[in-house]
Every structure is written in C-alpha cells, then in structure tokens.
C-alpha cells in the first residue's frame, strides 16, 4: 500500500475511534448493547422539545429599579441637608425619574448645587422649579435610565442562571428574547415537567430590600393600619404585608396575613449582596443566624445608618413582602447577622435567597408551557423513523445509480452522521426537533457532494481519461464547487444562530457541524476508498460507476 494511503487511513481510522468515544465513552467489560445504549443516551443531551420540560417567557419590570434609584436619591439628599444643618421644605419624589427639592434656604443654595452637580452630575440634570425661587428639579438622564435597565436586565438574567443551577437543573436555556425595550427573558428547562416549582426557584426573594420599621405595630389589616393614622400613612412611607411569624416590638402578631408601615426607601437592595451563609447562633446554640457581606459602596450608606437606628427594627422586604424584622443591635458596616426565630432551615432557605442573588426588579410572567416526555418521545421516534428512512433511500439510490462507487458514497454518508453526533456529544450541544431536521439535510447536502464528485468522474471517464486520471480529476474539479455551496449554507446557518432561539440554534448548529464533516467525509474519505480500490486493481481497469 502506498504510505501516503497508509497514513490517511491511520488518520481516518483514530477519527473513527474518537467519535465511538465520544458517543459511548471507555468501553467497560464485560458489555453489552444495552449498556451501550445507556452511555449514548447520557452522551447525547436531548432539547425540551424531545425531553420534555417546562417553557417560559418572563417580564422583567424595569421600571421598579428605576424608582428604586429615585427612592434613595431621596433618601440620600435628604440625609445631606439635615447632616448639614441645611433649612428645607421637603424633598418630594413627582414619578420615578423625577424629584422635587423645595425650600432650601436661599443663603446655602448655591452649597446645595455644588453637592449635586460634584456628586450626582453623571445621572441627574437640575434645573430650577418655576414659580420656586428656591426649589430644584432633579432629572434622571436617558443615559442613566438606559443603563439601570440594561443592569437590571443582565443582574436578572445571570440570578435566575444561578438559582436554576444552584438546585440542579440541567441543560436550561436562559437567554434575553425580544428586542432593546421587551425587558423579557426565556426560560426552557428540560426534564422539568413542574412549572409551580420552577416558578418557585425563580420567584422566591425575587426584589430584595433593607428598609427601615416606621411603627413598632404588627396590624392585622390594611383597615386599621390607615385608622390608627387618621386615613393617611406619615410621609416617606407605604403599607407592606409580611409573614406571621416575622415577630416586631410588640410582640406576637395576630394569626394570618399582617401588615406593617415601613420607610419608602430602601437603604440596601439585592444588587447590594456578595455573600450570605447560615450559621449556629454562638449566644443561643439553639438557633441559628445568617452571616451577610456588602459591597463597598453599600457599606458607607449601611454603617451611618445602622448607627443611627441602633434599637429600631429593619424588616427585610422580598418581594413587597415583609420576610423578617430583625432588630439592629450594633452598627453593621459591609458585613452582618440577621437575627430572628430562625430554624436551620429557614436560615439555610434565606441564606439561600441571599447567596444566590436576589432579583433587582420583581418579574411577570407572560407565557408559559409545559411538554410533556410522552410527546418528546414520540418527537424522538417520528424523527428517528424520518431520518432512517430518508438515509436508506439514498443508499439504495446510490447503489443502484452509481453501483460499486455508491457504496463509497454510502460508507462516507454513514460516517458524516457519526462525526456529527459525536461532535454534539463532545461540545454538549442539546438536540433538538429542528437539530434532527437538521440531520436529515445533512444528508441531502453529503449525498449532493457525492453526486457532484461521481458525475465528474464520469465525464473524464467519457472524455477517454485512465480511472485513476478521472477520479484525481473528478475530485479536483468538484472541490470548489462543494466548498462554495457549503460556505454559503454555513454563513446562511450562522445568521440562524446568532439570531433564533434555542431551538432554531439547535438546528443552526446541527447543520454547520454536518457541513463541516461532510467535506472530510465527501472529499477526503471518499477519495481515499477510491486510492485504495485503484490500487488493488493497479489503476487499471473499468471503474464501477
């Protein structure tokens, strides 16, 4: 044999046994084809539309970030002006990108401007309020907007990524949908036929704030949380419902749903958090405590803060709902304890919230749709059946049409879809319905480049030329074409990928991977079984073609 030939099948030959490695892994001995069959099916990570699972389309609601920001600029102009002795009416939020500053003494004006413009100029225009001498208007920018959105977006995206991985779901697909402004995020997670508990994973401590107790009393209802106060909330706060068993100063709360009247602003939000852990209480073994970290911009708003309401209690918010209301007993800087009646597992259960990033914004859900694994199973059989039946077509096709030479064609085509599962095995590709789509085309494109490169052969042969002359030059004159027909398809498949979703990205990938393959299949192996069939006849003879 040739060496040249030698080496190519040496080459083709550890391709082959790669590929088996890919699809089964280490034979173990004894085996048997069930124990194959097991292997390559962990191999090969199926879609939700094979495996079945749960879909879903989520709206994050980006304007709460927004008058989230609003609220502690508030709370931040207002702590300025009292720590300066600074004279002033109010500071008034009018909507969430606007605040009115009203009634700042006119003598220490221009030091209230200074303050803003130096520290805030980056995200809020000031303007004088008209018909207000001494009254400002504050101004989110566009830019800032645009930028809170786009944070909250991302910061939503990689916590729900890490709440999913965090309690073992495999394979999800967690991607932003829709266009700049949709704000809305999809969802598939296959294998998981329960959309109540990933609702749950996702959901729970999704908008996280620190804020502080106004009134000490747990009420039982809206009603008479409002007729304790004559009908209207003191200024700067709102109404928030909590847990029964988050306990305030005055004890015990009634049975059931209650209610409790806290500041507007928040001091801390989730975008805050780096770390949360439980630990064993060491005053009280007993119980247990969760530890807390902050960022360092959060920890010079925390500690004045804390040292200023040593005593009051600082209801942790998930959610617009009151978890806890621990009580600050020191001041906290960028690290913490939450205290409470904590189990090890509802410390370990708010640890968790904590740890695994706690939502910017709260999220509605626009869609939502479960596949079933009966329905996966029988997408898997039907498209099994399609391409088995579609590849043995070709085959008898080539065998008859192009007799010996078909074979060829039919040995590379076998191989071409091998290499493509074993690619999907060894980069974790999922596959989906549109992937074995996908399958099926590839083998329309690898019979195509057969019939390019046999018609080729053919015509030399016609035109009086050797077998060996005819195939060097059916191969040759066909590559070309065949690489051109294929660049244009991958270029086609690329678009389809950068722009579809999951599963438009599965067929987009199955496709640009058989490609691929069918190039080393169609020219090189293919021209390599001729070179050896030419061979054993001494590059005589008639072709069969």
Same mark, same amino acid.
């Given at each position: ?59 994050? *609601?980006? $304007? &709460?970030?927004?008058?989230?920001? %609003?609220?502690?600029?508030? #709370? +931040?102009?207002?702590?300025? =002006? ?64 645009? *930028?809170? $959105? &786009?944070?909250?977006?991302?910061? %939503?995206?990689?916590?729900? #990524? +890490?709440?999913?991985?965090? =309690? ?378």
């Amino acid at each position: 044999m040739n060496p040249n030939l030698k080496w190519k099948f040496i080459f083709i030959t550890l391709v082959i046994l790669a590929c088996i490695y890919g699809l089964v892994g280490l034979p173990t001995f004894p085996t048997s084809v069930a124990l194959l069959k097991d292997n390559f099916s962990h191999q090969i990570k199926l879609g939700l539309d094979l495996q079945g699972g749960t879909h879903l389309v989520l709206q994050v *609601q980006t $304007q &709460e970030a927004i008058a989230q920001e %609003t609220d502690q600029m508030v #709370d +931040r102009i207002t702590t300025w =002006l009292r720590s300066k002795s600074i004279p002033y009416q109010e500071v008034h939020r009018v909507d969430d990108t606007h605040i009115v500053v009203r009634g700042v003494d006119s003598s220490r004006l221009s030091e209230f401007r200074d303050y803003v413009n130096a520290q805030f100029s980056n995200y809020w225009d000031m303007s004088p309020t008209a018909g207000d001498p001494s009254g400002y208007t504050l101004t989110l920018r566009a830019a800032a907007v645009a *930028q809170i $959105q &786009e944070t909250t977006m991302n910061q %939503t995206l990689e916590t729900i #990524d +890490r709440r999913i991985n965090l =309690l073992g779901l495999t394979e999800p697909t967690i991607q932003l949908r829709g266009g700049q402004n949709s704000n809305e995020i999809l969802i598939q997670l296959p294998g998981e036929g329960d959309p109540s508990r990933v609702r749950g994973v996702i959901q729970v401590g999704g908008q996280l704030e620190l804020r502080l107790l106004e009134d000490p009393v747990a009420y039982s209802s809206e009603t008479e949380a409002l007729s304790r106060h004559g009908g209207v909330l003191p200024p700067g706060t709102e109404l928030l419902p909590g847990r029964a068993d988050a306990r305030t100063a005055s004890g015990a709360p009634p049975a059931g749903e209650v209610w409790y009247i806290v500041s507007r602003a928040a001091i801390v939000t989730g975008r805050d958090l780096r770390s949360a852990t439980e630990n064993r209480n060491t005053n009280n073994p007993g119980q247990w405590v969760v530890d807390f970290t902050l960022s360092a911009d959060a920890a010079r708003r925390f500690g004045p803060f804390t040292q200023q309401n040593i005593g009051r209690q600082m209801p942790i918010v998930l959610d617009h709902s009151v978890y806890s209301a621990p009580t600050i007993n020191g001041r906290i800087d960028d690290s913490g304890m939450i205290e409470g009646n904590f189990s090890q597992e509802s410390a370990h259960d708010l640890a968790l919230v904590l740890r695994a990033g706690a939502l910017p914004a709260s999220i509605k859900y626009l869609e939502e749709r479960t596949v079933g694994p009966s329905l996966g199973a029988d997408s898997i059989r039907h498209g099994v059946q399609a391409s088995v039946l579609s590849l043995l077509v070709v085959m008898i096709f080539m065998l008859v049409y192009y007799r010996l030479s078909g074979a060829n064609a039919v040995l590379a085509l076998v191989l071409n879809l091998v290499i493509l599962l074993a690619a999907l095995a060894f980069f974790g590709a999922v596959l989906t319905l549109p992937g074995i789509a996908g399958v099926i085309l590839t083998i329309g494109m690898g019979v195509d480049s057969n019939v390019l490169v046999f018609e080729r052969i053919r015509e030399e042969l016609r035109n009086g030329k050797s077998a060996a002359s005819a195939v060097d030059a059916g191969f040759d004159k066909a590559f070309l074409t065949i690489i051109d027909t294929h660049v244009t398809t991958v270029v086609s498949a690329f678009f389809l990928f950068l722009f579809g979703t999951g599963p438009i990205k599965g067929f987009a990938i199955t496709l640009t991977i058989g490609l691929i393959a069918n190039v080393f299949t169609a020219i090189y192996v293919s021209k390599s079984i001729f070179q050896y069939h030419l061979a054993k006849m001494d590059r005589q003879g008639e072709l069969s073609i």
